[in-house]
């Protein structure tokens, strides 16, 4: 079994300077904290050194193709990445590898490796052994969850259990017996790198007043994509302050609309209110019950595409309850 790791920074790599945390191992030095079962051989090395919070999405497109090498002579790949960031990374890399037979995992910690009380040696030991069972998807391992890559959302900034998997039960998990595949991403698109990304996407979260003249900022922008966080099943007010015919403009300047609620859990319903109808009849998209970070990935994925709206429209990697 051959396994990759490949490090990006973020605190798992951290040691203390006079400015404060900063990256500073690399993967070998990494990895040195760790033991490995016999018969694993782990291929380490750098892609980058960053605060997660710098990571963006040319790096995106940066790790993707690092990934792609990798899965080339491996049978597995595990990625160190910071915590502020990894679930917009780990959503990216699920539409960028679509159909991937391997598995690709994300860890980090929440206090650097060998810090006292660090969670970091016991979340990267567990990626790894994740990432030798075979089972082909990308994740995010943390606190002996496997979550989907596209369904793992940071919910607590100190705790070790820093992530949640929203709307959708855990892929696996890590016990005293091993590694637990519960619900492995589907696989169904043949494998094919697409590490383009258009990055001209703008998130807007709604509150009772949000002015129209908000939204002529997407367009003199250059923007092509809005995600907008609604209220609830996906309202949004239209007495004295119109949102409704602002986005019809937006759409008739092409500029294409994704609409997700505020709330954590659950979807975004637009076929149930008035409001949610007059949307869909100015072909805004709903994103049903993704997440934040997969509705703005997908949307920046998408528009790097050849259709974009047949990716829309479509359930790639579980991003949307079917």
């Known amino acids: 079994m051959r396994i990759a790791l490949l490090a990006t920074g973020g605190t798992i790599a951290c040691r203390h300077t006079p400015d404060g945390l900063m990256p500073a191992l690399s993967a070998p030095e990494l990895l040195q904290y760790v033991t490995l079962r016999p018969g694993v051989e782990v291929v380490a090395r750098d892609v980058f050194r960053m605060d997660s919070s710098n990571i963006q999405p040319e790096e995106w497109s940066q790790l993707a193709r690092s990934v792609d090498e990798a899965m080339q002579e491996c049978d597995g790949v595990v990625i160190t990445h910071g915590t502020d960031t990894m679930g917009y990374t780990a959503a990216a890399l699920s539409f960028m590898l679509l159909g991937q037979t391997k598995p690709v995992i994300l860890t980090g910690s929440q206090l650097p490796m060998g810090a006292p009380l660090s969670d970091a040696e016991i979340n990267l030991s567990c990626a790894l052994e994740a990432a030798c069972q075979g089972v082909a998807g990308t994740y995010v391992c943390f606190a002996r969850k496997l979550i989907l890559g596209c369904r793992a959302v940071k919910t607590r900034t100190t705790s070790f259990d820093a992530f949640d998997s929203v709307n959708r039960s855990l892929s696996g998990m890590i016990d005293s017996e091993g590694v637990h595949f519960l619900r492995p991403q589907q696989i169904s698109d043949p494998y094919r790198l697409r590490p383009e990304v258009d990055s001209r996407v703008f998130l ?38 119109n949102l409704v015919e602002k986005l019809r403009m ?73």
């Open 250 to 322: 937006l759409r008739e300047r092409g500029v294409r609309v994704l609409v997700v609620t505020q709330c954590m859990y659950e979807k975004a319903d637009l076929s149930i209110y008035e409001v949610g109808m007059q949307m869909l009849r100015s072909e805004v998209i709903s994103g049903m019950d993704m997440t934040t970070e997969a509705a703005v990935t997908k949307l920046m994925w998408a528009l790097a595409q050849e259709d974009p709206e047949e990716w829309l429209g479509r359930n790639l990697c579980g991003e949307v309850r079917n």
């Open 204 to 241: 807007l979260k709604l509150v009772p007043g949000t002015q129209p003249d908000v939204l002529d900022f997407v367009t003199q922008a250059g923007y092509r994509g809005l995600v907008i966080e609604a209220f609830g099943l996906g309202g949004l007010h239209y007495i004295r302050r």
